[in-house]
């Protein structure tokens, strides 16, 4: 946390239960104890019916690390403490999902009141039904914030390299560059991503885990989306694309000794809650 400043801005501004953060990924894991205090009606387009439960564990990782219930004397601190997280099950319990299923929940978050738009997924190729998704958010004030990618060899993956999506790449514990994250122009902004400690769904393969620890541009991206979400708990009447910029530049350059300003491996740097 104390990279991010994070402890410095909730001294600040520790979210408003009027903004929501929509987790469009596998699903939440409901009976949470850190995050059932928070949760609003979702929807699961994997099965095409209303309980968006997490049948895999990776949204209620991305979930926790976005919003967390903090200072209850359990588990972890999400970024955005009083926001409400929407979940929205766009993959299935393998973990893949098709773009339609994302445009959709996209769309329907927004058109219930998401303003942050968390997505910690992506594919390779590019599709005008998702980019369209992204674009109807930004223009009915909602952020999609995306991850980048994890394959250093690969460019960015969509829909995290569209125009009006914030990318997230991925920092390490020391601040520097994670060495694994997918680089290139479209990267907007990095969050720390190795062994991120969150939320986890206790029923995936009968871990009776309620927390674990992970690693991905997935972990980073909802770093960012909290961070938006307090934001926008202070303004909420910034737009997107102010807010998408705020985001961006006030980012520390931690990479500057290597590349001053932008560049496509961290964006312009890492990301400064305070």
């Known amino acids: 946390g104390a990279d991010i400043k994070v402890t410095d801005a909730w001294d600040r501004e520790k979210g408003s239960p009027n903004i929501i953060i929509a987790i469009v990924d596998t699903g939440v894991y409901l009976q949470h104890e850190d995050l059932k205090g928070k949760i609003i009606g979702g929807f699961d387009f994997a099965n095409n019916d209303s309980d968006p439960s997490d049948d895999h564990w990776h949204g209620t990782h991305v979930a926790g690390i976005a919003a967390a219930e903090t200072n209850n004397g359990i588990g972890i601190a999400g970024v955005c403490w009083n926001a409400k997280i929407m979940p929205i099950k766009v993959l299935d319990s393998t973990g893949s999902g098709y773009y339609s299923w994302i445009a959709d929940g996209i769309e329907w978050a927004v ?48 829909p995290a390299a569209y125009k009006n999506c914030l990318a997230v790449g991925a920092t390490n514990d020391r601040d520097l560059d994670s060495g694994w994250h997918s680089k290139g122009p ?89």
């Not at 009915?140 to 394959?151: E, F, H, I, R, S």
């Not at 972990?219 to 694309?241: D, E, R, Y």
């Open 111 to 158: 058109n219930r009141g998401a303003r942050v738009i968390n997505l910690s997924l992506g594919g390779e190729s590019s599709s005008f039904v998702l980019e369209e998704a992204v674009n109807y958010a930004f223009s009915k004030g909602a952020l999609c914030v995306a991850a980048t990618g994890n394959d250093r060899d690969k460019r960015v993956l969509f």
């Open 186 to 274: 479209e990267v907007d902004v990095s969050a720390p991503g190795e062994y991120i400690f969150s939320t986890f769904n206790p029923k995936y393969q009968n871990s009776n885990a309620n927390y674990a620890w992970a690693s991905g541009t997935s972990m980073a991206t909802p770093i960012v989306s909290g961070l938006a979400a307090l934001i926008l708990s202070k303004n909420p009447s910034i737009s997107p694309k102010d807010l998408m910029n705020l985001i961006k530049y006030t980012c520390d350059d931690v990479n500057s000794s290597t590349f001053s300003g932008v560049d496509e491996f961290l964006g312009y740097g890492r990301v400064n809650a305070k």
